[in-house]
């Protein structure tokens, strides 16, 4: 009898909703790629004079170096940790 007693009086059930703040990760975004620049080496003529020749060459390997910086600051920004959230 004392069984029966102790199961009529259960309390009531409270539910409650607590919010966990979880970090999701999320892939970057693709960066946008500087198109390749027209290289003055691709127009050389097989009888253009070796002056012609460096001359294309220096300005290609400018334009190459400009070319890289570029791509290195696009992956910089790529390579940066997501800041962590403040608890």
């Known amino acids: 009898m004392l069984a029966l007693a102790g199961c009529a ?17 999320q892939p970057c975004p693709a960066p946008s790629v500087p198109a390749r620049p027209a290289l003055p080496i691709a127009a050389l003529a097989a009888t253009s004079s070796p002056a012609q020749v460096m001359r ?8 190459l170096k400009g070319y890289v910086e570029q791509l290195e600051a ?6 940066k940790p997501a800041p ?3 608890r």
């Open 56 to 63: 294309a060459y220096v300005v290609s390997v400018a334009m």
């Open 9 to 25: 009086a259960s309390p009531a059930v409270r539910t409650q909703v607590v919010r966990v703040p979880v970090p999701i990760v």
């Open 74 to 79: 696009i992956l910089g920004v790529q390579r």
């Open 84 to 86: 962590h959230p403040v």
